[in-house]
């Protein structure tokens, strides 16, 4: 197999491929990885740190995906692909995908406009490649392989220990090599492609759990959200959610605790807190702050900006004028 070091060729410092980010600010962090459409909600309290390192090669765009905080994540991927992501964590038992904790390293595999709703935990780096479909299903089938990508995603749990180190190790040398202007050549980065795909084909060949599917719990925790975003602005009790989804508020309580981690009361909040943070980063916005904290439901003003400025770590205003000077500076 060719290794990683057949990649150190020397070449001129320009390739243009590589990109770097650092984000500060969670829907900043969304909208940065290129051809993605993302959305993403903060869980954990404190200020907004994160990176986005990208690179494309002739088939596979590859993302590095920084956080410290733990996230609920959604959206699409690059179009018309599979995307592979693989933590470079060595215990990914706070990873929950459609209310499926998984406690062992390995391999989640979903199509590019079907990517499952993650919970993640703070301080997670993951590697996100997405393969072109086309070329995927080519490979797969000349190599006659039982691995079928579709809608549905999967998870592959590594082997042995050293899966998951060798597609990241190979994953950041490609990244160091395209920083250092040495992967420009159409040859070098063919290369650099197949040693990724040969490494993400041999672990699909693992023994592969069944078609990730959104659990009970999960479709709970669902038809919680769906009605708390359609009565935003209508002040209702935990009684009047339990009503509604047909529950127990114990059981609501499991059903929340176990895919999300938080409890129904608090993911509430964090999901009203989140959309008055989306809206004071949107562009053209000239509501008052007051004005919008009411469309979700908070009606005292101190008790809002207490607590938005415990789950974001600055006030509201601190964001509204944030991103006025960050399009300002566009202009």
């Known amino acids: 197999m060719m290794s ?3 990649l150190l060729i020397q070449e001129p410092a320009t390739s243009g491929a590589f990109f770097e980010c650092q984000t500060h600010d969670i829907i900043e962090h969304a909208q940065t990885p290129s051809g993605w459409t993302l959305n993403y909600e903060q869980v954990s309290a404190g200020k907004f740190l994160g990176q986005v390192c990208q690179l494309q090669l002739p088939n596979i765009q590859i993302i590095e995906d920084k956080t410290n905080q ?3 994540k959604s959206g699409e991927a690059f179009k018309n692909s599979i995307c592979f992501s693989v933590s470079t964590n060595q215990s990914p038992s706070d990873l929950v995908c459609l209310g499926n904790v998984f406690t062992s390293p390995g391999l989640l595999v979903s199509d ?3 990517l499952p709703e993650l919970r993640t935990p703070a301080g997670l780096r993951v590697f996100n490649l997405s393969v072109q479909k086309d070329l995927l299903i080519e490979y797969i089938v000349k190599q006659n392989l039982a691995f079928e990508p579709g809608c549905s995603p999967y998870f592959f749990p590594f082997d042995n220990p050293q899966g998951q180190k060798v597609i990241a190790q190979a994953t950041e040398r490609i990244f160091l090599l395209s920083k250092q202007g040495k992967l420009v050549k159409p040859v070098h980065k063919k290369n650099a492609q197949d040693l ?6 041999d672990a699909c060949e693992t023994a592969c759990l069944p078609p990730i599917s959104s ?3 999960k479709q709970m925790v669902d038809r919680a959200r769906i009605y708390a975003i359609e009565h935003s602005d209508t002040p209702f009790s935990i009684m009047d959610l339990c009503n ?3 529950a127990s508020r114990r059981k609501l309580q499991y059903c929340f605790q176990d895919v999300l981690g938080i409890s129904p009361v608090s993911f509430l909040r964090i999901l009203r807190l989140n959309a008055v943070h989306k809206t004071l980063c949107t562009w053209g916005e000239e509501k008052q702050i007051q004005d ?3 469309e979700w439901g908070f009606w005292h ?5 207490s607590e938005y400025r415990n789950l974001f770590g600055e006030r509201p205003s601190d964001t509204r004028s944030r991103t006025k000077s960050k399009f300002a500076n566009l202009g």
Do not use: C, P, Y
């Open 4 to 6: 990683v070091e057949q």
């Open 70 to 72: 733990a996230m609920i």
């Open 112 to 114: 590019s406009q079907n």
């Open 196 to 201: 990724l795909l040969l490494h993400l084909l």
């Open 215 to 217: 659990t009970r719990k």
């Open 244 to 246: 509604h989804v047909g």
């Open 292 to 294: 919008i904290a009411a």
């Open 301 to 305: 003003l101190g008790h809002f900006t």
